[in-house]
């Protein structure tokens, strides 16, 4: 493989086995200033250049900090947001140049979960009128039919059927939630987004939301994009985890692979602060400290983003981007590995390896 | 830190709401309403105030008097002044003796309907524009809140002044003027709303099902914005009663003889020494039933988004 | 004794729907040098029963006792406790900005947070600010101290509180969720530094928290909360390992990644209960896979089940682990005193 091409992951799988297919994704968002004549004085930018394939049936993972685009890069994905570039082909169809009104028929196959359990629902409208929103927008059912419809798919997240005359607040997150769920999936969609679902919930009512939308994966063959800072949660709901950093999908890998052998200096430093409910593990776990804090998105590095924090960083990380490229070796010639394992790194973290900054 | 920010950024305990489960926000509302003794003191009063405006016309020939009928005998003293309360007068006179408490009936007919009037008209216009503004992204909202600032920058009792001076007084020209500087503090109070429940996840959601701009703006955000505009309209009411009392007492209202508070109030200024009644009642009825508006409105805020809900709701 | 002894401290707020019994009744105490771990949900009441010790809990009705180095911190006037919030103990909040007056500047905010404590000159006190942001890990201390606070990053604000939080080397810090707000990396920093200066200042911790995560990096001893109550309190590792209370266990069993999951995440059913009408009996007894006839009717007291170890719940003192073994015999033993119309919690999906 020559040096600085990138490479689909995994080039030996059929091609309509991938749901949705992105390449080169950019989402900037202006910043403007002015009362009367706004001036763009700068740009955020939020998605910048990212290539990602899903597959159908799979829960691909998210993860990433605060500011890294991972909401940003969900919302490209379903086209809630315009792209600034790039293409998202969804199910052999390009999505993304649709307007409003093309898109339509796609938002029957794409639907979003959300995390705030308080904030995605209407307060103001009754929990049937709600779930039962997909079905009047799309003229699909009416009446009684959706009264029927909208009961089941109560029946079917856990709610009580009899409670469709509620209204959100009278629900408890755990429950508000479950109306989220029970929403997206009305129209038996081929995509589930899902942002965040359980960070904003207690943690004992996390875990039957996670066994919920697992068992409805099994039971409709759903495809998830799962997006969560929590790294826990996504090693247990994924089948292949993606790693962002400002912009950048910086890794991606099966999760096992991932979470066993990261090769990303930032992976590395991620899965090693994130926290363990296991004082074991704690102890045993030697802490990677990154300096400072993530950069700005409006002014992000040259060079690989990660370069200001990285302890292997050098002087070349500082000029040249790096692509998403197999496995750990970067000499010209090398082997492409099988696996599916990419990394945007220079200088990727080889097993066994100790990265300098550990405590 | 206040306490309150404390014991929010505390954790929230649950609250049981068995009992209010199915009902819906208006019902807990008008729940909440009706234990409120000022509400209901308020409410009543404003009813009775409709009720007087309606039947004004048997009220003064129960009472004995026409609004413009001037008594030749018993309305004048022998100098030519107002004559004070008495049993042919309970109220008094006027200067051109005529009963003070129908003119103050016939009165409350013209504040209320005037102000009322006005008040929706306001509202109205404010809810669609500032709507608009609000809901149609950064290019939309520039244009309508540049007009918003305009109208709202107006010196409005000169404008006022001269458009009646130019296109003569009349009932609805003063309804028009009092909407025209009333709908733009509307329209920017729903604009603000509008912006930030726009940014809700549930407006995301409705998007991300294909929902059309029109189904959000009426399915979505309209019914979030009902409780503020009611409350901002149960408080613009009294503001417009006594714009309209303002414009007749500077005498581009309601014409003379037809009553209005306003001009009661300015035929008054000349006589007040001699005769306070003249002065008085027209101003009580003023003063009361602003007082009443703003007091339900008040209560209706409470009502609406109680901060005992802010507090354990969430 | 003990730095702190807090002995059955109650706190309810009265509001317009009823009385919200937020803590019912909970005993703890920390040493210098020593962590406790505060776990729950939230309305477990954990927040309340730390901040309401030095006077922060709005409003709230207290009845118990807190002895601070054998002063009850309930009975103070509002003078001496503010003399002991700062010098004595200090809190750090979840959200920095509670903390940091926006309108001036960092520096000049710990300046006179020590200079109200204590006699020395602006120069001394701003030599200390400064010395006291590098060592919390802010670069260039001398021209940062002058910064506003939104001058500071998330992670670098949280650390200028615990630097104003540390300024007058209290005895005791009371941390509310410090890093919940906090991105991962960041989170790590901010941990290794509390860890570090609770070394280095010897003073004791009390670390609220819903994360097990965060309690498994930092806490010696953990006591778990919910609904008001104490329901389990041990050692860091028998809480982990050895939980005795269902509702511990249940914890450690839906978390992805504790030590009781294995791959498959097993729910506590229901939901947190409220806490102005409370579930008769032991008030866990509606989401319980265990309960028995009396917990229905009584309320368990915190009762020996080891060593240092309590637990609120009537089960055997022996069965506590997260072992398939104990399990069964928990499920037995609560069969056997369940009569038939006992309702028990089911799995959710």
């Known amino acids: 493989m020559i040096e600085d091409t990138p490479q689909p992951p995994a080039g030996t799988r059929p091609a309509d086995d991938d749901l949705v297919r992105a390449t080169g994704v950019v989402k900037y968002f202006p910043i403007r200033r002015g009362i009367i004549f706004k001036h763009e004085i700068g740009q955020v930018r939020a998605v910048d250049g990212v290539d990602l394939t899903v597959r159908r049936g799979e829960t691909l993972g998210l993860v990433g900090e605060t500011g890294c685009g991972k909401s940003t890069l969900a919302r490209c994905l379903t086209r809630l947001y315009p792209l600034t570039a790039g293409q998202v082909v969804f199910d052999g169809t390009d999505i993304s140049t649709l307007n409003r009104g093309q898109l339509r028929p796609f938002r029957r196959d794409v639907q979003m979960i959300f995390q705030d359990p308080y904030g995605s629902l209407n307060p103001r409208r009754r929990v049937g009128s709600i779930i039962g929103d997909p079905f009047a927008i799309h003229g699909v059912a009416d009446g009684a039919e959706r009264k029927r419809k909208v009961q089941e798919l109560m029946e079917l997240v856990g709610l009580n059927p009899e409670h469709y005359n509620r209204f959100p607040a009278d629900f408890s997150g755990g429950q508000r939630q479950r109306i989220g769920v029970a929403r997206a999936l009305a129209l038996r969609p081929k995509l589930i987004v899902c942002d965040e679902p359980v960070s904003a919930l207690d943690v004992s009512i996390q875990a039957q939301i996670i066994n919920l939308l697992e068992s409805l994966q099994d039971d409709f063959g759903l495809t998830y994009v799962f997006i969560a800072h929590d790294l826990s949660v996504v090693e247990h709901v994924s089948d292949r985890v993606g790693v962002m950093y400002l912009g950048r999908l910086v890794e991606l890998a099966e999760v096992d692979e991932l979470y066993r052998h990261p090769h990303h200096p930032y992976t590395v430093a991620l899965l090693s602060a994130a926290g363990t409910p296991d004082p074991n593990k704690a102890r045993k776990r030697e802490r990677i400290l990154l300096t400072g804090d993530v950069p700005s998105p409006i002014d992000p590095p040259s060079g690989c983003r990660f370069h200001p924090r990285c302890p292997k960083a050098r002087d070349r990380c500082s000029v040249d981007d790096p692509v998403l490229m197999p496995g750990t070796d970067r000499r010209p010639g090398a082997e492409p590995t099988g696996d599916g394992h990419v990394t945007a790194c220079h200088y990727p973290v080889l097993p066994g390896e100790v990265l300098a900054g550990r405590t | 830190m206040s306490t309150t920010e404390l014991f929010e950024s505390a954790e929230v305990p649950t609250i049981d709401t068995s009992g209010t489960l199915g009902r819906s926000p208006w019902q807990l509302a008008w729940a909440r309403l009706r234990r409120d003794r000022v509400a209901l003191v308020c409410g009543a009063f404003i009813v009775l105030l409709g009720l007087v405006a309606a039947f004004a016309g048997p009220l003064s020939k129960l009472i004995g008097w026409s609004p413009t009928q001037q008594d030749r005998i018993n309305g004048l003293t022998p100098d030519g002044l107002p004559a004070p309360p008495s049993v042919h007068h309970l109220l008094g006179t006027d200067n051109l003796g005529r009963d003070v408490l129908v003119r103050v009936i016939y009165g409350t007919r013209v504040s209320l309907a005037v102000g009322v009037a006005a008040a929706v008209a306001a509202v109205l216009i404010g809810v669609i524009v500032g709507l608009i503004a609000g809901y149609f992204g950064p290019a939309v909202d520039a244009i309508v809140s540049r007009l918003m600032d305009v109208v709202l920058s107006f010196p409005f009792l000169l404008f006022a ?58 399915v979505d955000v309209l019914p979030n914005l009902v409780a503020p505009v009611l409350v901002y309209t149960t408080l613009l009411i009294p503001v417009s009663i006594v714009f309209e009392a303002t414009l007749s007492y500077l005498g581009v209202g309601i014409i003379p003889p037809t009553p209005s508070w306003g001009n009661m109030i300015s035929d008054a200024q000349d006589v007040y020494q001699q005769a306070w009644w003249f002065l008085l009642f027209p101003g009580i009825a003023l003063i009361a039933t602003t007082l009443a508006f703003n007091l339900l409105g008040d209560s209706v805020r409470d009502a609406l988004d109680p901060r005992t809900e802010r507090l354990f709701a969430k | 004794m003990a730095l702190l002894e807090v002995r059955d401290l109650t706190v309810e707020f009265p509001t317009t729907d009823g009385l919200v019994k937020a803590v019912r009744g909970v005993s703890f105490e920390v040493d210098s040098g020593e962590t406790l771990g505060i776990v729950g949900e939230s309305g477990s009441g954990k927040t309340v029963c730390t901040l309401s010790l030095i006077g922060l809990a709005g409003g709230g009705r207290r009845g118990g006792q807190a002895l601070f180095r054998g002063q009850d911190l309930l009975t103070m006037s509002a003078d001496e406790l503010r003399a002991v919030r700062g010098a004595g103990i200090a809190a750090i909040f979840q959200d920095p900005l509670s903390s940091l007056h926006p309108l001036y500047r960092v520096g000049w905010q710990i300046v006179e947070m020590i200079r109200s404590h204590e006699d020395v000159s602006k120069a001394v006190a701003r030599k200390r600010a400064i010395d006291l942001l590098g060592l919390v890990g802010i670069p260039q201390p001398a021209r940062r101290v002058d910064d506003y606070p939104h001058q500071f990053s998330g992670g670098m604000r949280q650390r200028a509180m615990i630097a104003m939080a540390l ?31 609770q070394k280095e200042f010897h003073s004791g911790l ?39 209370h269902p509702y511990t266990k249940g914890l450690l069993e839906s978390i992805p990644g504790a030590s009781g999951t294995r791959g498959k995440l097993r729910p506590i059913p229901g939901s947190p209960p409220s806490l102005i009408r409370l579930p008769s009996g032991c008030s866990f007894h509606p989401r319980c896979r265990y309960v028995m006839d009396r917990c229905l009717t009584d309320e368990p007291p915190l009762m020996d089940v080891g060593a240092a170890h309590r637990s609120a719940c009537w089960l055997p003192a022996t069965l506590s682990g997260l072992a398939e073994g104990t399990e069964a015999q928990r499920m037995k033993v609560a069969e056997a005193a369940r009569s038939e119309d006992t309702p028990v919690a089911e799995g959710e999906s």
Do not use: C
């Not at chain 3, 005895?171 to 990396?185: M, N, Q, S």
């Not at chain 3, 097990?212 to 104490?230: H, T």
């Open chain 3, 206 to 244: 009390i670390m609220i928290t819903h994360d097990l995560g965060v309690v498994a990096d930092i806490a010696d001893r953990v006591l778990v909360m919910y609904a008001g109550k104490a329901v389990e309190t041990a050692e860091l590792d028998d809480v982990f390992y050895h939980p005795h």
């Open chain 2, 161 to 218: 002044i001269a458009l009646v001076s130019v296109v003569g007084p009349s009932e609805l020209v003063e309804i028009g003027v009092i909407a025209f500087f009333s709908w733009a503090a509307v329209g920017r109070i729903v604009r603000g709303q509008t912006l930030s429940i726009r940014e809700k996840e549930y407006i995301e959601a409705a998007r991300s099902l294909g929902a059309s701009d029109r189904r959000i703006m009426f």
């Open chain 3, 167 to 197: 300024a007058l080397n209290p005895d005791l810090v009371i941390a509310d969720e410090p890093t919940t707000a906090l991105d991962a990396t960041v989170q790590a920093q901010v941990i290794d530094l509390m860890v570090r200066l």
